[in-house]
């Protein structure tokens, strides 16, 4: 069974980095994109950024140039690297692989 596990997030100052893992139990990791995806109080979840099984990416406008989603098949686990975040990043943020969320993790970008 699929098992998608986040990283701890973390209060941020803006500006700041930060990088999230997700790390994915079960098989088939390296035949499956990955999404991460946020969810900012009273909003609705957003898909922040993509990776196909052969490294492809794509990411919402808001975070291009700023975000960087990678993954490492060898570990069975996928990142984001936020640099330069804002405070309208905050949000709990969480990764979907082979239709399974993970528990999501908080991200707070705050002074």
């Known amino acids: 069974q699929v098992q998608l596990v986040e990283s701890r997030g973390g209060l941020v100052q803006p500006g700041g980095s930060l990088r999230l893992s997700c790390a994915v139990s079960?098989?088939?990791?390296?035949?499956?994109?990955l999404d991460w995806y946020r969810q900012a109080p009273g909003k609705q979840r957003e898909l922040v950024a993509h990776i196909s099984p052969l490294g492809s990416t794509n990411y919402a406008d808001s975070v291009k140039g700023r975000f960087t989603i990678s993954r490492e098949n060898a570990k069975n686990t996928a990142y984001l690297q936020m640099n330069s975040l804002k405070p309208e990043d905050t949000a709990v943020y969480y990764c979907?692989?082979?239709?399974?969320w993970g528990q999501g993790t908080q991200v707070t970008v705050s002074s």
């Open positions: 979907n692989h082979q239709n399974r």
């Open positions: 079960g098989r088939f990791f390296s035949i499956y994109a």
